[in-house]
T-cell receptor, first 116, second 116 residues
Framework: AQSVAQPEDQVNVAEGNPLTVKCTYSVSGNPYLFWYVQYPNRGLQFLLKYITGDNLVKGSYGFEAEFNKSQTSFHLKKPSALVSDSALYFCAVRSPSRNYGQNFVFGPGTRLSVLP | GAVVSQHPSWVICKSGTSVKIECRSLDFQATTMFWYRQFPKQSLMLMATSNEGSKATYEQGVEKDKFLINHASLTLSTLTVTSAHPEDSSFYIC????????????FGEGSRLTVL
């Protein structure tokens, strides 16, 4: 069975400092990994994904994530945090399968607060 | 990226009435759309997979007679909450996938339902 863990419910970081939001996963086969951001009372916005290739993936708004197969991790990072980055972040995983929707699993979410 | 529109954003209704939420893919065709429910400070829970021209596939524990899903065209799926009760109050989000099997999901803005 697939699963996603985001070990931190809340991450606080000062504006201008680097930020990391952690994600680990469990899936059979090669995973497809995604990061989404959600602002209050809004849907989810796609940030980036890893399918294959370079382990370091760059996405929207200056975010990047590194796929680490040995540690089964896909941590989200940004070199310099902005107050506007404060939001709820979801990591998601799916394995290539015919049952696309059912195999798209979201983590519990991590709330990021960037303090001015 | 692709755009998914969801309407209404907010709806308040009386107990016992039915509410319809629309999900549209604006610039692409989506043979499959997904409906999620999100409780406060929690992750997304997949409710059902909406298939164009056929019956929806519901997740275990989701009442199909309570949450009616219709996918009448390649760009529109609707979720009708029938005989709504206060416990149905929640944030409902739809999503659709564009193109390739490796593609990410694109999400609507969500619909906040409050049942009085």
């Amino acid at each position: 069975a697939q699963s996603v863990a985001q070990p931190e419910d809340q991450v606080n970081v000062a504006e201008g400092n680097p930020l990391t939001v952690k994600c680990t996963y469990s899936v059979s086969g090669n995973p497809y990994l995604f990061w989404y951001v959600q602002y209050p009372n809004r849907g989810l916005q796609f940030l980036l994904k890893y399918i294959t290739g370079d382990n370091l993936v760059k996405g929207s708004y200056g975010f990047e994530a590194e796929f680490n197969k040995s540690q089964t991790s896909f941590h989200l990072k940004k070199p310099s945090a902005l107050v506007s980055d404060s939001a709820l972040y979801f990591c998601a995983v799916r394995s290539p399968s015919r049952n696309y929707g059912q195999n798209f699993v979201f983590g519990p979410g991590t709330r990021l607060s960037v303090l001015p | 990226g692709a755009v998914v529109s969801q309407h209404p954003s907010w709806v308040i209704c009386k107990s016992g009435t039915s509410v319809k939420i629309e999900c549209r893919s604006l610039d692409f065709q989506a043979t499959t759309m997904f409906w999620y429910r999100q409780f406060p400070k929690q992750s997304l829970m997949l409710m059902a997979t909406s298939n164009e021209g056929s019956k929806a596939t519901y997740e275990q524990g989701v009442e199909k007679d309570k949450f009616l899903i219709n996918h009448a065209s390649l760009t529109l799926s609707t979720l009708t909450v029938t005989s709504a009760h206060p416990e149905d109050s929640s944030f409902y989000i739809c999503s659709a996938r564009q193109g390739l099997n490796t593609g990410e999901l694109f999400f609507g803005e969500g619909s906040r339902l409050t049942v009085l």
